[in-house]
């Protein structure tokens, strides 16, 4: 017998779904041992089936060529019927019924989960040129299938991401801003109350682009982004809704929404956008408003934007609310 099961060998690269990156080394004894010789290290090595190499594998230095069968306990209960009398000292080729079909090193896992339902056997030799060269395992299958999963599973959660968030500044986008809106007048609708939003533009944006550049003005950008997350509560949304425009849903318990967004206003204010050794202040201009009973979002938020309008109108860098 060489080798053993061992289910602590190193996990498997991220992304390598090859029989080779979840196979451990071989247990495997020679046609010619006896049944008792091969029970006693399945007994030792708690090892329900294992491989068997034809009658002239001896062993040691020698490479294995690829086995002739396995071995399992159901193979030891037939045998014990059918011989009965002298069954310890028979070689074990000669009541072992179970075929074997051996996996590629290069093939993938979910192959080997395959035959292994098809074969309702727990291991299957992995075979390279005729040698064997490891074992797969029904742990190893369920290992590798369980992170398969969960990558799929993470992926998913990254795509989801990207369809809602923009890029540049990390927050939420305008389907995401959208959809949040959409829930919170639901639950106004059932729990009473209102929901307030505001909607937030870069003053002059486009001169800082034209003066300064694209990389000034996504520092600009991402800058704002910051700015909400510190000072907005975990219980907003913030959204990137346009180029230079963002918009946020605030949660319940928010309080007056035109001090939230003179809060804002200020913060920004006081904030430098620029590179390293070159300061650059930008103000926004804020408009705010608070729905009313049965009103949706497009309608809350065009209210939201005549008070943007009005604000810019009125010489920027100031907040106004809808009534």
Known sequence: MIGDDDPEEAPAPEGDWTVSAFMAAPAVVSGSDTVLKVCELMS?????????????????????????????????????VRHRVGLLELPVSAVMTSPVVGV???????????????????RLPVVREGLLVGVVT???????QARRLALL???NRDLERQAEHDPLTGL??????????AHELDGARVHG????????DIDHFKRVNDSLGHPAGDRVLAGLARVLRRELRRADLAARVGGEEFAVVLGRGAGDPKAVAEKLRRAVAAEDFGAPGAELRVS????????????DGEALFARVDAALYRAKNLGRDRVEAEA
């Open 138 to 144: 029904r742990g190893r299958v369920m290992e590798a």
């Open 44 to 80: 030792g090595g708690r090892i329900g089936q294992i491989l068997v190499a034809p009658e002239g594998w001896r062993g040691g230095a020698q490479a294995c060529p690829e086995p002739a069968g396995i071995f399992t306990e159901r193979d030891l209960i037939r045998a014990l």
């Open 193 to 200: 109350g209102g929901v307030s939003v505001l909607e937030i």
């Open 104 to 122: 590629g090193p290069d093939e993938d896992i979910l192959h080997a989960a395959d035959l292994m339902t098809l074969l309702r056997c727990r």
């Open 153 to 155: 599973a993470r992926q």
């Open 284 to 295: 926004v201009s804020v408009g705010c408003a608070t729905s009313r009973p049965g009103e």
């Open 172 to 181: 939420g986008n305008r389907a995401l801003f959208t959809r949040v809106l």
